[in-house]
């Protein structure tokens, strides 16, 4: 499977088209001169810890937190809040979630209050929150695509840690040789992400936009490959769907019957928690390629902080976000109050000097390796409705599962259903 690469310097064109940036004009606006009260909403562990360190340096600019539950949900009261004229001045927002956010007139354009952050981070991490040349966020953590496997056991067995998605096939293979009891990997179709950022990996773009002009990839060439490959795995009973981190799956994962969960850099904290006894079992390598040689991989999940339209003091909004997440000092607390793993740059190279994870203590390399992983992530555009094609996705997946049919009917039907949901809502698709 090819892999085509998005060429950097065509990057500016994968922005949101102008009906989606319309009246969405810079911030001009500044404090009245006296103390300032923002209010800021986030799901992220510790945040309170990192507001506090900046209220302690900045008394003339105080940051009053709310714990608004997670992406999702915060996402759906932000809105909600901003229709009625009182969303918080700042808010942290999921890359995915974002683009829906800006057609509903969320986010402010902050291009001008954060023209001196870009250099904080790399090209395809600042593009998660550019769309047609403007700025409407911060990015705060970053999810690099990597793969998360039981060292102990694949080295018990003698098979060889897969770099390619077809040595992942061979591994999984030959781990239910070893034990009819085991899988390599769980890949359910409430996935949206792996599956998205697998055929992104393989060259598809799920959504792209030139002269306000969408395209959806969703069934293209590239998509519908990796369709019939993943089909194939579990055809062959090489791999399962189980759904991911429900009782079920983490017994499972505890007791050496699930050997690996090809995600993302923040899943040892998630595997940590949920299988427990298999601490220092664990090891991170990049995620396998549809070519020998490759290395670069997609995003898989990471959340930006936005400034709101509502806010009444941008400036000191932005100033706070900056500092949040492109100051040095804001990216090491991510890294070491969050524990996420930082979009910034200084925060990935501070992560390298860090301690492992606790879920492998013995894999020394683990932040170094990270950050070679980030360094080479591909730019991805999101569309408007991701919400729309993440829930049909699942439903139209998981019903081709239970009926044996063809995954790659399922991809062209999801499509379907997005770009009719974009014509809808007055977007122009090349592919309608």
């Known amino acids: 499977m090819k892999k085509r690469r998005i060429p950097l310097a065509g ?41 506090d360190v900046w209220n302690d340096e900045n008394p003339d600019i105080q940051v009053k937190y709310t714990d608004a539950g997670g992406g999702k949900d915060s996402s759906a009261k932000l809105l909600t809040a901003s229709r009625a004229g009182n969303a918080p001045d700042l808010a942290a927002v999921e890359y995915t979630t974002l683009p829906s956010l800006i057609v509903a007139d969320v986010p402010l354009d902050i291009t001008e209050l954060v023209t001196d ?10 593009e998660q929150v550019t769309f047609d040349g403007h700025i409407f966020g911060m990015p705060q953590d970053v999810g690099p695509m990597s793969f998360l496997y039981r060292s102990d056991k694949l080295a018990e067995w003698g098979i060889p840690v897969p770099t390619t ?8 293979k030959a781990v239910r040789a070893a034990d009819p009891n085991a899988y390599l990997a769980s890949l359910p179709a409430g996935e949206f992400g792996f599956y998205a950022g697998a055929a992104t990996q393989a060259g598809s773009k799920w959504w792209s936009i030139e ?22 795995l579990v055809a062959e009973d090489l791999v399962n769907t189980d759904p991911l981190l429900t009782p079920e799956w983490n017994a499972k994962a505890n007791s050496g019957q699930v050997l690996s969960w090809p995600s993302a850099l923040w899943s040892p904290g998630v ?40 806010s009444d003091h941008p400036e000191e909004a932005a100033k706070f976000a900056t500092w ?12 070491t109050v969050q524990n996420g793993y930082p979009a910034a740059i200084s925060g ?27 360094s080479d992530t591909i730019p991805v555009t999101w569309g408007p409705n991701v919400n729309v094609a993440e829930s049909t996705f699942t439903d139209l997946l998981n019903k081709a599962i239970a009926d044996g049919t063809p995954w790659r009917d399922a991809f062209i039907a999801v499509q379907d259903v997005v770009v009719k949901d974009m014509v809808k809502a007055g977007f122009t698709v090349s592919n309608k």
Do not use: H, R
């Open 165 to 172: 998605w077809q040595e992942f096939a061979d591994a999984a």
């Open 117 to 126: 952050a870009k250099d904080a981070y790399t090209e395809g991490t600042w």
């Open 348 to 374: 990935q190279e501070d992560a390298t000097s860090s301690e492992p994870p606790a879920l492998m203590p013995q894999q020394a390399d683990y932040y170094t390796l990270a950050a070679e992983i980030s």
């Open 11 to 51: 990057v500016a064109a994968l922005g949101v088209s102008t009906l989606l940036l319309s009246g969405c004009s810079g911030a001009t606006g500044s404090s009245d001169g006296g103390d300032v009260t923002l209010d800021f909403w986030s799901w992220a562990p510790n945040t309170q810890e990192l507001v």
């Open 324 to 335: 949040l997440n492109a100051s040095e000092e804001g990216a090491n607390l991510v890294l």
């Open 271 to 310: 595997i940590e928690g949920v299988a427990p006894d298999t601490i220092g079992k664990w090891s991170m390598a990049p995620l396998p390629q549809w070519e020998a040689g490759e290395k670069a991989v997609a995003y898989q999940g990471g959340s930006s902080v936005i400034v709101t339209k509502n």
């Open 211 to 232: 002269d306000d002009t969408w395209t959806v990839g969703i069934a293209d060439e590239e998509s519908l490959a990796v369709a019939d490959f993943f089909e194939k």
